[in-house]
């Protein structure tokens, strides 16, 4: 099939090899919170390869409105992985089709633990079935082009620590072979929790030492120097940080290499991403942004009145009062946004697809969600209320 494409595609290869002999620093794909605007903030501070969030591909490959809500970019959002969430071969070659003109690879996930996503076949639920993984692979690399890049980002698997490690080496080796440009490994199986004892580094290690392709890895990166300890401990080719680049999204700059919070500099690019975009940026992702990144400088009292605010206008103001922090100057022009169109391919609608929908668009950027609603609870029950982590609220992709 001959599929357009709206831009040059980046060769994804070439990236990590352009990188040596430092490592690829990457951009996570986190529900919810690394669309268009977030992601340009972190490209203007080192991130060199950019993943959407996960996106569900039952909803994407049946709903015009889910594909309009869920992904947005622009000319200059590259190179960018979309990663979606899909229980089979069908599912994911569709997703695939759909999103090729504008984007430059695509990533299957496999590294979910979350509860439902494991039940509905997605995320490490699909680990449970590595020949599925396998055919996912194959079918998508039968059905486009060869230099678009197609990847898998997934777990240790289970089992003891020797059965764990051979059983992931053996499923790294058949997705190599069946033709991956990269893989991603969080150093977890899908039944361990967050916490820096339980990440296997050796095991991560091994992984990467039985395969030709990439290796990316990830988890507990929290700021620049634990990037570079886990790029020196595994020999991976790029390193991937997810919950680190929420609480500081500068992470990967340079610039900064010891800062432990977000400098200021980086909040206030923020504020111009936010006001370039206009109503493309709901209040809410805004404020939830500003809450990672900014909450642990605020005091108790702060917090609760940041936390009430309800407009863009209110905040800009409030950062200004309170912390000196301000947009660079006058308004902004308008972000260029891409008018992304899908009547390239049109995929088959059946009946229970159109029944499912109501069901899956509830998946919406505009509901807080678990893991802000979380971290909001963690605020509120800290004692003192001035010494903030975002501790174990991002497990399904950290």
């Not at 986190?30 to 060199?48: A, C, D, H, P």
């Not at 809500?69 to 569709?94: G, I, R």
């Amino acid at each position: 099939m001959n599929l357009p494409q709206q831009r040059p595609h980046h060769e994804i290869a070439a990236l990590f090899a352009a990188a040596q002999p430092d490592f690829l620093r990457v951009s996570a794909p986190m529900v919810r919170y690394s669309k268009l605007e977030f992601r340009r903030l972190v490209r203007k501070n080192g991130v060199q390869l950019s993943f959407t969030p996960m996106m569900i591909s039952e909803s994407i490959n049946n709903s015009e409105k889910a594909r309009q809500n869920e992904f947005t970019t622009d000319p200059d959002d590259q190179p960018l992985v979309a990663q979606f969430a899909a229980k089979d071969a069908t599912e994911f070659v569709t997703s695939a089709q759909l999103i090729y003109p504008y984007v430059d690879g695509i990533d299957l996930n496999c590294g979910c633990p979350q509860s439902w996503a494991m039940s509905k076949g997605y995320g490490c639920g699909l680990l449970r079935q590595p020949e599925r993984v396998r055919e996912v692979v194959q079918q998508v690399r039968r059905t486009l082009p060869s230099d678009f890049s197609v990847s898998v980002k997934m777990r240790l698997l289970g089992g003891s620590e020797a059965d764990s490690v051979e059983r992931t080496i053996d499923l790294a080796r058949q997705l190599e072979h069946a033709g991956v440009t990269f893989l991603t490994l969080h150093g977890r199986t899908p039944a361990q929790k967050h916490s820096k004892d339980t990440l296997n580094i050796s095991a991560m290690e091994e992984v990467r030492k039985s395969l030709q392709i990439p290796l990316i890895v990830n988890g507990n990166v929290e700021s620049w120097s634990d990037a570079c300890e886990l790029h020196a401990q595994t020999g991976a080719a790029g390193v991937m940080a997810a919950r680190g680049l929420l609480a500081n999204p500068a992470l990967f700059n340079s610039d900064y290499p010891t800062a432990t919070t977000t400098p200021l500099a980086c909040v206030e690019q923020w504020l111009d991403i936010a006001a370039a975009a206009g109503d493309n940026l709901l209040f809410q992702c805004f404020h939830h942004h500003l809450t990672f990144m900014w909450s642990s400088e605020m005091k108790r009292s702060l917090r609760v009145q940041f936390n009430s605010l309800s407009t863009k206008k209110q905040v800009v103001e409030f950062l200004g009062e309170h912390y000196n922090v301000r947009t660079s100057g006058p308004a902004p022009e308008p972000a260029p946004y891409t008018d992304c169109t899908y009547t390239h391919f049109t995929p088959p609608r059946h009946a229970r697809h159109i029944a499912a929908e109501a069901e899956e668009l509830a998946w919406s950027s505009r509901s807080d969600g678990k893991f802000f609603t979380e971290f909001k609870e963690h605020q509120i029950s800290k004692p003192g209320g001035d010494d903030l982590e975002l501790g174990d609220l991002f497990g399904a992709e950290e």
